[in-house]
């Protein structure tokens, strides 16, 4: 089965603190992965995506293809960080669709 | 350069009754994605659209369809409203079927009644 498994629905860590979001997914190809965030009253927008391999807003996340995980990293928390993220993948052939994680809310305590 | 725009914000429906949502696309972009996201779930793909044919589709049935316009406007009509259709339904834009980079709309709260 097609699947992206965010295992925490909530995430509280200290403003400072190191941030690990987990994604883990089972799909039976090479997908693309990525991460989208919703900040409060703002639309899902993406973070990141791994065939970038780019640093946004201080995340970072590995594509690890033997545990079949996609998480979602940061060294020191802030408190802007606080919002909604969720982990997706899409194929890079065949038929299109777009498999979204249930999400994991992250929330920086001052 | 405008964002992707859905409308309406709300709407109230019967069980039974028929739906059409609306979404204008960003100026350029030539596909367009619906999702469904019921409470405490992420996005759920209902299907893609890139110039106006049908390009992929997610585990919904037939009652679900969708017509795409040149004008990057496009539409989600739901047929036969069930009680469990009540979601936010989303649609996201992107430059073409392989940029899989998507540009969300901010969303059409349905409840059916």
């Known amino acids: 089965a097609q699947r992206v498994t965010q295992p925490e629905k909530l995430l509280s860590v200290f403003k400072g603190a190191p941030v690990e979001l987990k994604c883990n997914y089972s799909?039976?190809?090479?997908?693309?992965l990525f991460w989208y965030v919703q900040y409060s009253r703002q639309r899902l927008q993406l973070l990141l995506r791994h065939i970038s391999r780019e640093s946004i807003k201080g995340f970072t996340a590995d594509l690890n293809k033997g545990e079949t995980s996609f998480h979602l990293k940061k060294p020191f928390a802030q408190e802007e960080d606080s919002a909604m993220y969720y982990c997706a993948l899409t194929p890079t052939s065949g038929t299109y669709k777009y498999i979204f994680g249930t999400g994991t809310r992250l929330k920086v305590l001052a | 350069e405008t964002g992707v725009t859905q409308s309406p914000t709300h709407l109230i429906k019967t069980r039974g009754q028929q739906v059409t949502l609306r979404c204008s696309s960003q100026?350029?972009?030539?596909?367009v994605s619906w999702y469904q996201q019921a409470l405490g779930q992420g996005p759920q793909f209902i299907f893609q659209?890139?110039?106006?044919?049908?390009?992929g589709r997610g585990n919904f049935p037939p009652r679900f369809s969708g017509l795409q316009f040149p004008n990057y406007s496009s539409e989600l009509n739901v047929n036969a409203l069930e009680l469990d259709d009540s979601a936010l339904y989303l649609c996201?834009?992107?430059?073409?079927?392989?940029?899989?980079?998507?540009?969300f709309g901010p969303g059409t709260r349905l409840t059916v009644l």
């Open positions: 996201a834009s992107s430059f073409d079927r392989w940029d899989n980079e998507q540009f």
């Open positions: 799909y039976s190809g090479s997908p693309e």
């Open positions: 659209y890139y110039r106006e044919e049908e390009n």
């Open positions: 100026s350029g972009h030539n596909t």
